[in-house]
Every structure is written in structure tokens, then in C-alpha cells.
């Protein structure tokens, strides 16, 4: 059975494979090889299945190359849209700038506006006292007209008296009958001028109080639109200050320490020296004013905390703060072309101006609240240490100096030695600013 079998494979391999032999000849020799039907079979099979691992390995490079074409403008695709959005968030934090430039413009009409108003509300209160003293004047007049009115009818009635007892001769009785009238007429006329000004007094008081309860009315509607206004721009920055990891009481309470003058339009109201009991709207405008107070120590604080962000020109974010390679990458990068201008986040002190290794050319600033900024990788520095810089101030450009793959700065934030992620502090400001 297994003969007949592989006589019959033989048959049909010699069908298509004949045997052949192969000879070699020499000088004084000649040879030959045998191809054997099965040798020919396993030789075909071989160069078949080469070709055919040639021909799937050239369409995968193929589709490979294809493929890689595709991704690339795929990739180049995504580069211009994350562009656009760059220049988009750049357009918004320009329009965040105005608006918060135009909010610092309403800040201090709001100042404007309370101190002439605390101005009017001495002023009424000035003329309510003088008014009060003229009524109470004008009140003592006014009996002691009528207190001399009834002597003189008393003296009036007893010199009739007289007279019709005959006691007094008709020459004295006609002299002291025209003194009395004159006393009279005088007494008459100052008691009608009394009266007169006793209701143009009452009329004055009138109009006084109408206009008393008018400018309570605007400083109402003043200290509505003010409170709104100091709703809305102490919130955000309770939230900011808060979504920075900072206390917004201790910042404010340290921000207080350098800035303990008194006086000024924040200062509270006070009307009255008697030890008494301050007015609800002097309450209220207190109230106001220690808000303003607040927003103004935090428009200090935010001037000395790294809320900004290191570039003002177009930027994109290429490494984030964060482990990288299997080691800690404390900072955050940003890629821009050679040269571009690197600024201050925050009002503070240059504390290292120079060459580190790994950083190559470095700033280091060191900023109130324990904070510190490092600026690295740069290809030149224009401040020097010891300089005391302000926030937007320029202090190098980018560059690929130190251990660097690229042209980038290299921004750290350190909160008491310690490496932070400054994207916190950017994003908590995008809110606001």
C-alpha cells in the first residue's frame, strides 16, 4: 500500500518534474549531479515561497510608506490647529488684560465716587446740625417774644386799672398808653417776623429733608452697584488665589504687613466723636470699603505671585510638569524660535544670574510668600543678581543652552524649595485675568 502510494507521487511529480542530471566536465573527466523529481519539487517550493515573502515584504513598506505619509499630514494638521488655538488663547488673554485693565479703571471711579460721596454725607450732616440750631434759636426767640408780649398786656391791664381808679393824672396815662403801643407794635412786628421765619425755617427743613432722603436714595443705589461691583471682583480672586493652593487670608494678611499707612478714600467713616453708635449706611459704606481694601491687597498680591505667564509672544507647551524618561521633570516647556523675549511672572529679587550645570544659562528669582521662578536654557540674560524686577519685566531669551534637546525655556516654580506645577498657577489666573 505504501509503495503503491509513492510510486503513484512519483509518477505524478515526474509529470511536471522530470528527472534531469546535471553534468560537469572536465579535463580528464566527466560527472553529473541527478535531479531527482522531489529535489526539483523542494527547490521550486523554496524559490516560490522566497518570492512570494519578497513580494508581502515590498507592500508592507509600501503600505508603511503610505501610511507614514498619512500621519504626517495628519501630524502637520494637528500643528496648525493646535497653533490656531494658541493664537486663540493669546487673543483671549489680551482681551482678559483689557477687561482686567478696564475693571482697575472702574475700581477707581468707585474710589472717585465714594470719597465724594463720604464728602456729601459730612456736608448734610454739617447743614442738619446748623439747621437743628437754627430751630432751636429760633424756637427761644419765639418765647421770649411771647414771654414779653404777656408783660407787656399785664402792664397793659394794670395801667387800666389805674386809670379807672383814677390814680394817675390823663398826661402820665397818655405817655405810658404810647409807650405800651409802641412796646406793642414793636412786640407785634418781631413776633410776626418770628413767625416768618419760623415756617421759612420749617419750609428749609422740609426741602432739607427731601434732599436728605434723594441723596439717600442715590447712595443706596451706590452702595447696591458698588457691593454688586465688589461681589464680582473679589469672588474670582478668593477662587484664583484659592486654586493656587495659597490661603487667601494669610496672603491678604501678609500683603497688610508692608502696607500699614492710614488715610486715604479707604479709610472708615466716621461722622461722630460722642461715642455714639455708627448709622447703618456708615456700617454699609465701611463695609464697602474694607472689600476695596481687599481688592486692592490682592491686585498687590497677584502683582507678586508667578500668575503670569513667562512669554508674550506665540508659544506652544511641549514637555508639562511631571515624571519624563523615568525621572521628575519639575517644570514646564515652552518652545518658541531663538531669541524670543522671556519676562518676569512676578515682582521679586534676581537671587542667580549665570551658568548651572544641566540648566545652562539660568535667572532664579526669588518672590514674597516663600515663592521662587527659575528661567533656564536661555541664550542670554539681561538682568544680574541683586536687581529688584517687576512682574512683564524682561529678563533674557530663549535659547538651547545647558542639557537641551531644543530650543525652550524651561519655567519652575519652588514654594518653599519644592517644585511645584507652574501650570497651577497659570490656569488659576485664566480665570481672572
Same mark, same amino acid.
Given at each position: 500500500?505504501?509503495?503503491?502510494?509513492?510510486?503513484?507521487?512519483?509518477?505524478?511529480?515526474?509529470?511536471?518534474?522530470?528527472?534531469?542530471?546535471?553534468?560537469?566536465?572536465?579535463?580528464?573527466?566527466?560527472?553529473?549531479?541527478?535531479?531527482?523529481?522531489?529535489?526539483?519539487?523542494? #527547490?521550486?517550493?523554496?524559490?516560490?515561497?522566497?518570492?512570494?515573502?519578497?513580494?508581502?515584504?515590498?507592500?508592507?513598506?509600501?503600505?508603511?510608506?503610505?501610511?507614514?505619509?498619512?500621519?504626517?499630514?495628519?501630524?502637520?494638521?494637528?500643528?496648525?490647529?493646535?497653533?490656531?488655538?494658541?493664537?486663540?488663547?493669546?487673543?483671549?488673554?489680551?482681551?482678559?488684560?483689557?477687561?482686567?485693565? #478696564?475693571?482697575?479703571?472702574?475700581?477707581?471711579?468707585?474710589?472717585?465716587?465714594?470719597?465724594?460721596?463720604?464728602?456729601?454725607?459730612?456736608?448734610?450732616?454739617?447743614?442738619?446740625?446748623?439747621?437743628?440750631?437754627?430751630?432751636? /434759636?429760633?424756637?427761644?426767640?419765639?418765647?421770649?417774644?411771647?414771654?414779653?408780649?404777656?408783660?407787656?398786656?399785664?402792664?397793659?391791664?394794670?395801667?387800666? #386799672?389805674?386809670?379807672?381808679?383814677?390814680?394817675?393824672?390823663?398826661?402820665?396815662?397818655?405817655?405810658?398808653?404810647?409807650?405800651?403801643?409802641?412796646?406793642?407794635?414793636?412786640?407785634?412786628?418781631?413776633?410776626?417776623?418770628? /413767625?416768618?421765619?419760623?415756617?421759612?425755617?420749617?419750609?428749609?427743613?422740609?426741602?432739607?429733608?427731601?434732599?436728605?432722603?434723594?441723596?439717600?436714595?442715590?447712595?443706596?443705589?451706590?452702595?447696591?452697584?458698588?457691593?454688586?461691583?465688589?461681589? /464680582?471682583?473679589?469672588?474670582?480672586?478668593?477662587?484664583?488665589?484659592?486654586?493656587?493652593?495659597?490661603?487667601?487670608?494669610?496672603?491678604?494678611?501678609?500683603?497688610?504687613?508692608?502696607?500699614?499707612?492710614?488715610?486715604?478714600?479707604?479709610?472708615?467713616?466716621?461722622?461722630?466723636?460722642?461715642?455714639?453708635?455708627?448709622?447703618?449706611?456708615?456700617?454699609?459704606?465701611?463695609?464697602?470699603?474694607?472689600?476695596?481694601?481687599?481688592?486692592?491687597?490682592?491686585?498687590?498680591?497677584?502683582?507678586?505671585?508667578?500668575?503670569?505667564?513667562?512669554?508674550?509672544?506665540?508659544?506652544?507647551?511641549?514637555?508639562?510638569?511631571?515624571?519624563?524618561?523615568?525621572?521628575?521633570?519639575?517644570?514646564?516647556?515652552?518652545?518658541?524660535?531663538?531669541?524670543?523675549?522671556?519676562?518676569?511672572?512676578?515682582?521679586?529679587?534676581?537671587?542667580?544670574?549665570?551658568?548651572?550645570?544641566?540648566?545652562?544659562?539660568?535667572?532664579?528669582?526669588?518672590?514674597?510668600?516663600?515663592?521662587?521662578?527659575?528661567?533656564?536654557?536661555?541664550?542670554?540674560?539681561?538682568?544680574?543678581?541683586?536687581?529688584?524686577?517687576?512682574?512683564?519685566?524682561?529678563?533674557?531669551?530663549?535659547?538651547?543652552?545647558?542639557?537641551?534637546?531644543?530650543?525652550?525655556?524651561?519655567?519652575?516654580?519652588?514654594?518653599?524649595?519644592?517644585?511645584?506645577?507652574?501650570?497651577?498657577?497659570?490656569?488659576?489666573?485664566?480665570?481672572?485675568?
Amino acid at each position: 500500500m505504501r509503495t503503491r502510494l509513492a510510486i503513484r507521487l512519483h509518477a505524478f511529480m515526474e509529470r511536471f518534474f522530470p528527472e534531469r542530471r546535471l553534468f560537469l566536465r572536465s579535463d580528464s573527466d566527466t560527472r553529473f549531479i541527478r535531479l531527482r523529481p522531489g529535489t526539483q519539487a523542494l #527547490a521550486f517550493a523554496g524559490g516560490g515561497l522566497l518570492v512570494s515573502w519578497t513580494i508581502i515584504a515590498t507592500a508592507i513598506l509600501l503600505m508603511d510608506s503610505i501610511s507614514a505619509g498619512n500621519f504626517r499630514e495628519q501630524a502637520r494638521r494637528d500643528q496648525v490647529t493646535y497653533q490656531q488655538r494658541l493664537n486663540e488663547i493669546s487673543r483671549e488673554r489680551d482681551r482678559r488684560a483689557a477687561e482686567a485693565l #478696564a475693571a482697575q479703571e472702574r475700581f477707581n471711579t468707585a474710589l472717585t465716587q465714594v470719597s465724594e460721596m463720604q464728602s456729601q454725607l459730612l456736608d448734610s450732616e454739617t447743614r442738619r446740625r446748623e439747621l437743628e440750631t437754627g430751630i432751636d /434759636v429760633i424756637q427761644t426767640t419765639l418765647r421770649t417774644a411771647m414771654k414779653q408780649r404777656e408783660d407787656a398786656a399785664g402792664r397793659v391791664a394794670a395801667l387800666e #386799672a389805674e386809670t379807672q381808679d383814677g390814680t394817675a393824672t390823663a398826661a402820665e396815662a397818655d405817655g405810658t398808653m404810647d409807650l405800651l403801643s409802641e412796646a406793642l407794635a414793636r412786640t407785634a412786628q418781631e413776633r410776626d417776623q418770628v /413767625v416768618a421765619d419760623a415756617q421759612d425755617a420749617l419750609v428749609r427743613a422740609d426741602q432739607m429733608a427731601t434732599d436728605l432722603k434723594l441723596m439717600e436714595e442715590k447712595n443706596d443705589l451706590i452702595f447696591r452697584q458698588l457691593e454688586e461691583a465688589m461681589t /464680582v471682583s473679589v469672588k474670582p480672586l478668593d477662587k484664583m488665589f484659592t486654586s493656587a493652593g495659597m490661603d487667601p487670608d494669610r496672603i491678604i494678611s501678609e500683603v497688610r504687613k508692608g502696607y500699614t499707612g492710614q488715610g486715604g478714600p479707604l479709610t472708615p467713616l466716621t461722622f461722630s466723636t460722642r461715642g455714639e453708635e455708627p448709622s447703618a449706611d456708615t456700617e454699609r459704606a465701611n463695609r464697602i470699603l474694607g472689600q476695596m481694601d481687599r481688592l486692592n491687597l490682592y491686585r498687590i498680591a497677584a502683582e507678586k505671585a508667578p500668575f503670569a505667564v513667562p512669554l508674550k509672544d506665540a508659544f506652544r507647551f511641549t514637555s508639562g510638569f511631571g515624571r519624563r524618561w523615568g525621572r521628575m521633570h519639575e517644570g514646564t516647556d515652552f518652545a518658541a524660535p531663538h531669541g524670543t523675549s522671556i519676562y518676569s511672572t512676578a515682582d521679586g529679587v534676581v537671587t542667580f544670574a549665570g551658568w548651572m550645570s544641566g540648566y545652562g544659562r539660568l535667572v532664579k528669582i526669588q518672590h514674597e510668600f516663600g515663592i521662587e521662578t527659575r528661567y533656564a536654557h536661555m541664550s542670554k540674560i539681561t538682568v544680574k543678581v541683586g536687581e529688584r524686577v517687576s512682574r512683564g519685566q524682561q529678563v533674557g531669551a530663549m535659547g538651547n543652552t545647558g542639557r537641551s534637546t531644543g530650543t525652550h525655556l524651561h519655567y519652575e516654580v519652588r514654594v518653599g524649595g519644592e517644585a511645584v506645577n507652574p501650570m497651577i498657577y497659570i490656569k488659576a489666573a485664566n480665570d481672572v485675568f
